[in-house]
């Protein structure tokens, strides 16, 4: 009973929230990013599709991972407050892992369909 409703759940959140996150990495790629922030996010893309499942970044790790693509440095807490802030429109709320990787999974489709042509 509480496996059935949990996988529900997590379905209808799949369902709901994954078209949207990923529509924001892409918009942000097409409409925001720098070549070389895009650049640097499609390979922590590429880097995450060749880990296994089970060495893959926690929550924090794959923002602070996104947060050092997109600004170039170390995530401090400014730049970390910036990114949440972009994402999640409050900036002490930092996104979920789902929620990252559906918003680089975005971008990551941009740059897959724009990189041989730059």
Not at 79 to 96: I, V
Request: glycine share 4%; proline share 3%.
């Amino acid at each position: 009973m509480v496996v059935e409703r949990l996988r529900a759940s997590k379905q209808k959140i799949d369902e709901e929230q994954r078209p949207e996150w990923i529509e924001d990495g892409r918009k942000w790629a097409a409409e925001t990013a720098e070549y070389d922030e895009l650049k640097r996010v499609a390979e922590l893309a590429e880097r995450l599709d060749a880990e296994q499942p089970t060495a893959r970044p926690d929550a924090g790790a794959l923002f602070r991972a996104l947060c050092e693509a997109i600004y170039q440095e170390d995530a401090d807490s400014y730049s970390q407050e910036e990114l949440a802030e972009q994402l999640t429109g409050d900036a002490r709320r930092w996104p979920s892992h789902d929620q990252l990787c559906w918003y680089i999974e975005g971008a990551q489709q941009v740059w897959d369909e724009v990189s041989d042509k730059i």
